[in-house]
């Protein structure tokens, strides 16, 4: 399928497209385009003075260049721009952030060629993914240039999994390098289309993520034989909150017909907070995910250039301004951050309630011969380490601050540094999770099977066609990496 912009995208079309569909522009928004070129083109014809287009950048932004020197200005801007280092960004990453920069030249207010866009949509098409660093933005700026660098025949990009040259990727796709024209280099790695791509990839795993945790959440409580009354309906609505009564909605769900819990039932006043509290922590989580999606849609709805051309070639406008600064999604992803690194530490308690003799009730590490066994025993310390690390992770991004551009720069909001460690903290809590739900389905096995409930035994049912119940005869690392590829996958759990 290809995705279509009319006017604005929204996260989930974002993700779609890094997923692998296409994308397209309407006629209307090639139309926006196009004048939006001319506009620039007037600009320079009348010698307007004018940020990045008739000027350098940063804090050469008073020095004027002229005419004749600024095509050379768009490639000098891509080529001293490409500073990024580390790992490379996965392909979906990559694909997401083409889909959010194709999506910021679509409103109209950028100015670059008709023709520049048709090649990000070949780079989509042909399945081009440029080679970008993933460190190295104090908020854009690298990552995109990056990008722009195979536009021009430079670099490097992987065509349908073959890494060779930027300038040999082109001709792999039939295309000679692009000649950039006036102000065409600054929109090409100015905007936000760094941090909003990543954070819509990032928003597709955490709904993945969250309903799984919901789910893994369901097999844990009934092994443990929780008291189901603390999540009644009219319990959880003394405190309003719509994640806590979808999470909530969806545990009575699962665990209905439960004969586990209907033997448990009375056994405690009350459950540990790791248990109890489901609702709130998971509902919390929820709701922080919601509002993140709305901030990032939010994003998708702005014109992130700087400048913003605007009204007509008769007489055109341009207008310098911050759009490319972008504190609400920083602060957007370092929420979202700090809510799925509490959701592992949450799940990783759960697992130390399932595998500790202590407080379990069941064999200790759910071994199968405690002993010469030891189970989970280490697979709980997994858990406590990458709890860890996504704690340091979640420290705020959008407090860091900082100058660059010889003060001209003097304000940093870090929303793309914030996406990373949001992503990091995914990659943690996807394998927490994973391990709970290996240890929930082996505390399972030790409950008669036709006790459970059928909304927990179709997970069971789900890890057992993956995973064999545990006996200390493997090593355990290739269970969880089976479990949390199950969770990281497309699929979402059993109802």
């Known amino acids: 399928m290809t995705v279509i912009i009319e006017k604005v995208l929204q996260w989930r079309e974002i993700a779609r497209v890094a997923e692998g569909e296409d994308l397209d522009l309407s006629p209307a928004a090639w139309a926006r385009v196009e004048q939006a070129r001319e506009i620039v083109e007037a600009l320079v014809e009348n010698g307007t003075r004018a940020y990045g287009i008739t000027t350098g950048v940063g804090a050469l932004s008073d020095t004027v260049v002229d005419r004749s020197a600024q095509s050379q200005l768009s490639r000098n801007i891509v080529l001293s721009h490409a500073c990024g280092i580390g790992p490379l960004l996965e392909a979906r990453e990559v694909r997401a952030v083409i889909a959010a920069q194709i999506a910021n030249f679509a409103h109209g207010h950028s100015g670059v060629r008709p023709q520049i866009i048709r090649c990000l949509i070949r780079f989509l098409e042909a399945d081009c993914i440029p080679d970008v660093p993933s460190k190295g933005s104090a908020g854009y700026l690298t990552h995109n240039a990056h990008t722009a660098l195979v536009l021009i025949g430079e670099g490097s990009a992987r065509v349908k999994g073959v890494r060779m040259s930027g300038c040999d990727a082109l001709a792999a796709l039939g295309l000679e390098p692009l000649v950039l024209a006036a102000k065409e280099?600054?929109?090409l790695v100015n905007g936000t289309a760094c941090a909003t791509g990543l954070s819509c990839v990032a928003l597709a795993r955490a709904e993945r993520l969250l309903d799984w945790a919901d789910a893994v959440a369901a097999v844990t409580l009934e092994a443990a034989g929780c008291q189901m009354p603390a999540f009644a309906a009219e319990v959880l609505a003394l405190r309003p909150s719509a994640g806590i009564a979808k999470v909530g909605e969806g545990l009575r769900r699962r665990l209905s017909g439960s004969g586990i819990i209907a033997a448990a039932a009375g056994r405690r006043t009350q459950d540990a907070l790791s248990l109890r509290s489901v609702p709130h922590a998971h509902g919390a989580a929820w709701d922080v995910?919601?509002?993140?999606?709305?901030?990032?849609?939010?994003?998708?709805?702005?014109?992130?250039?700087?400048?913003?051309?605007?009204?007509?070639?008769?007489?055109?406008?341009?207008?310098?301004?911050?759009h490319a600064v972008a504190p609400a999604l920083g602060q957007a992803a370092d929420s979202l951050g700090v809510a799925i690194a509490q959701l592992a530490a949450i799940s990783e308690r759960r697992i130390d309630r399932l595998v500790n003799p202590l407080v379990s009730g069941l064999p200790a590490f759910l071994a199968t011969d405690a002993g010469s066994h030891s189970g989970f025993m280490i697979a709980q310390y997994t858990a406590a380490a990458l709890v860890n690390d996504s704690r340091r992770l979640a420290a705020p991004a959008a407090t860091d601050g900082g100058m660059t551009s010889g003060l001209q720069e003097d304000f940093l909001s870090h929303p793309t540094a914030a996406a990373n460690k949001l992503l990091a903290i995914l990659d943690n809590a996807e394998h927490v999770l994973a391990i709970e739900l290996m240890a929930g389905v082996q505390a399972q096995d030790f409950h008669p099977a036709a006790d459970a409930a059928d909304g927990t035994r179709t997970i069971r049912d789900?890890?057992?066609?993956?995973?064999?119940?545990?006996e200390d005869d493997r090593p355990l690392y290739l269970d969880m990496q089976a479990l949390r590829d199950l969770i990281k996958g497309e699929d979402a759990p059993p109802a």
């Open 185 to 187: 280099g600054l929109s």
């Open 289 to 322: 995910f919601v509002e993140t999606g709305r901030i990032v849609d939010q994003e998708l709805a702005s014109v992130t250039d700087n400048p913003a051309v605007a009204g007509t070639p008769g007489e055109p406008l341009v207008w310098s301004e911050a």
């Open 462 to 470: 789900l890890v057992r066609a993956r995973v064999a119940r545990y």
